[in-house]
C-alpha cells in the first residue's frame, strides 16, 4: 500500500446530549501522519473518533476525505477506514483463528500463522476467545491491524490491556503503516515511545 489519502476536519460541532463538546474542531491528517487526541474524560475523544468512523454524526462541520466532502456520505471513507474501539470487538464463542478468518476470510494459512506468531497467539489459534485474558483478547482484535489493506485507522485506546511488548509490537506496526503513507488517528493515555505525533487537544 502507498497511499496518498488524507483527511481534513473542518469546524466540526460536536454535542452530547444538552452539552457541547467542541465547536469549531479542524485539523488535517497528511500521508504518513500520526495524529493523537488528546483531553480530559468526557472531552469527546471517543465520539470524535466515531463521528470520522460514520457510527455517529455532527451537528455541523465537514470531513473531507482525499479531498471529497465525505458528511453526508462516507462509504468511500468507510471502504478505506478500520475503527478499533474501547471494546475489543471479537467474537468469545470463535477462536483465535475463526475470528480471524471471520474478519477476513480470503486470508491464507501462511498468512494468519505468521500474523498470530507475530503477535505471540500461534499457541491459542485454537482456543475460544472468552478463555483468553484481557491483553490476549486484545492481541486478537489487533491482529486486523496486520491483516487489513485499509488506509485510514481510527483506533481508540488500542494500548489498553497490553504489556510492554505488545506496546512495542503495535507502535512498531504503527510506524509500518505511516512510512507507506497510511494515516493514523488515535486516543491513548499511553507514553508513546518510538511514535511522535501530532496532537489535537480536545478542551472539556
Known sequence: MQSSASLTISDLWIERGERDLCKGLSFSVQPGEVVRILGENGAGKSSLLKIIAGVLSPLEGKILYSGEDVTLDRTSLQQDAIYLGHSVGVKGLLT????????CPDISISILYSVLTQLDLIDLVDVLV????????????????????????????PFASLDVGGVALLEERIQQHVLLGGLVILTTHQDLMSITPHDVVLLS
Open 96 to 103: 483465535v483463528a475463526e475470528n480471524l478468518r471471520w474478519y
Open 130 to 157: 472468552k478463555k483468553l485474558s484481557a491483553g490476549q483478547a486484545r492481541r486478537v482484535a489487533l491482529a486486523r491491524l496486520w491483516l487489513t489493506k485499509k488506509t485510514l485507522w481510527l483506533l481508540d485506546e
